[in-house]
């Protein structure tokens, strides 16, 4: 090798050794980076927000806003209106350009597949309003429908926006969005962020959309049916539960009750099946925008061998069956409502349900 030759090697060795890391690789080594990201995306919703509270007009912005520490942060329901009265803006009272601001606010502060999510449920339920699906009652829904003594009534109109505590970059405040099988309840403290307790439920949970099938909960349903069967013997002997549960045991007006775990504990798992566990989990903690949803994602993956798998019902899937995850900072329930075509789900921590660990004022 000439001179020449060998000049050229030590030069490229030494510009591979002071290139930087890859952009992933940095963010992962950077917490400063993950914290600007998260701020950087508080900004964002803050701003998204501010747009809507601009739109409206004086009545409008006295009817979305709400002091932090009142009652408004425990007013969610999975039950529709005509058994539930929500407080807030109305979708339907809302005029195109109003919907779209507040459509806008919702994609920020969601994942891109979080907002698909509440689509979806949003969308389902204005076929419930068209359909003969939901007859049933309250528990199940109906035709909509209004008349004397405030009948059930459903549909995209009647989903209700709320702010709890002005928007805000740096002070803790709430977007409340929810309506009949849907409750997100977003707090904010700077950079900071908590999705629990929230309440992503379906009804139908499959229907036609522009051609398409819609499962708003069907990633749920197949990853838990997947992970259950995936188990051997002994471990569903673990998890399966020696008793029934048919509905969420931590749903509305549940806050601060808490429940020991069952099941089977994730460190009897192998890595194989801890990594599916954490899939189902991410189908919830994902919801909300990635800046957040991803250090919410490593901590509960740090505390996965005190994280129980419990379930109870068939394990076949296509069957209703409930399922739960539950470990030190995490409850979620899935919860068939007598039948796989009404889904009732939960999400909680009960560390920092509200806020409680973040909003301290």
């Known amino acids: 090798m000439t001179a020449a030759a060998r000049l050229v090697l030590l030069v490229c060795a030494l510009a591979t050794a002071a290139s930087p890391l890859p952009l992933s690789a940095q963010r992962a080594a950077s917490p400063t980076a993950a914290s600007n990201s998260q701020a950087a995306t508080t900004a964002r919703i803050v701003t998204a927000a501010k747009a809507v509270v601009t739109s409206l007009d004086e009545a409008g912005r006295r009817k979305v806003q709400f002091p932090f520490d009142s009652q408004q942060k425990a007013k969610w329901s999975n039950f529709p209106s005509g058994i539930f009265e929500r407080d807030g803006i109305k979708m339907g009272d809302l005029t195109a350009a109003q919907k779209d601001a507040v459509m806008n606010l919702l994609s920020v502060a969601l994942s891109r597949d979080g907002f698909q999510k509440v689509r979806d449920i949003m969308r389902g339920d204005e076929v419930l309003k068209t359909t003969d699906g939901g007859r049933g009652g309250p528990r199940g829904g109906g035709r909509g429908r209004s008349g004397p003594g405030g009948g059930l009534i459903f549909g ?28 997100i309840n977003l707090t904010m403290a700077g950079s900071q962020a908590t999705m629990a307790p929230s309440l ?34 002994k471990q569903r002997g673990q998890a399966i539960l020696g008793y029934r ?17 069952e099941g089977l504990k994730a460190s009897a798992m192998t890595p194989a099946q801890q990594t599916m566990l954490l899939d189902i989990v991410r189908e919830w903690a994902g919801i909300m925008a990635d800046a957040y949803a991803e250090p919410r994602i490593q901590e509960i993956r740090g505390s996965i061998n005190d994280t129980y798998f419990a379930w109870s019902g068939p394990t076949i899937n296509g069957s209703a069956a409930y399922f739960r995850v539950q470990g030190p900072t995490l409850v979620i329930e899935y919860a068939p409502q007598g039948s796989v ?8 921590d009960p560390t920092n349900d509200y806020g409680a660990k973040i909003a301290k004022r």
């Open 341 to 348: 075509e009404h889904i009732h789900t939960i999400y909680r």
């Open 245 to 261: 549960v048919s509905d969420l045991v931590l749903g509305p007006g549940q806050d601060g009750r808490t429940i020991q775990p």
């Open 156 to 183: 995209e109109d009647l989903y209700y926006l709320a702010f709890v505590g002005a928007p805000s970059t740096t002070d803790p405040w709430m977007l409340q969005f929810g309506g009949h099988h849907l409750a």
């Open 200 to 233: 992503p439920a379906a009804q139908p949970a499959t229907y036609a959309f522009e051609g398409r099938t819609v499962r708003p909960l069907g990633r749920e349903n197949d990853k838990a049916f997947a992970l259950i069967n995936a188990l051997d013997e």
